[in-house]
């Protein structure tokens, strides 16, 4: 088992700044590729960035391009989401997940663990 524990999350105005972290307990971090999705009020769960364990494949959604940056530190057993240049429409709770890595396609492959999720709101 591998225990999730998100924070960092807040209320922000449009166009500043949070950091998120995601912490890792349990079986061992190694090899596993850390995702962060968010779900908004009456809306579907949506993939929003993964890396990979070594850090070289790294996957973004469109509306997050150019503005997020996920990070890991493998010897704390962390990953990060940098959200910059925020929007009132990246107002969600964001969840981070593990999964192992077989090549798939890294927003829609799936993840074995669940984080509980941070509320992150942005006002206008």
Request: aromatic fraction near 12%; include cysteine; glycine fraction near 12%.
């Amino acid at each position: 088992q591998v225990q999730l524990v998100e924070s960092g999350g807040g209320l922000v105005q449009a166009g500043g700044s949070l950091r998120l972290s995601c912490a890792a307990s349990g079986r061992t971090f190694s090899g596993y590729v850390m995702g962060w999705f968010r779900q908004a009020p009456g809306k579907e769960r949506e993939f929003v960035a993964a890396i990979s364990w070594s850090g070289v494949r790294i996957y973004y959604a469109d509306s997050v391009q150019g503005r997020f940056t996920i990070s890991r530190d493998n010897a704390k057993n962390t990953v990060y989401l940098q959200m910059n240049s925020l929007k009132p429409e990246d107002t969600a709770v964001y969840h981070c997940a593990a999964g192992t890595d077989y090549g798939s396609n890294f927003a829609t492959m799936h993840y074995d663990y669940w984080g509980q999720g941070t509320q992150v709101t942005v006002s206008s």
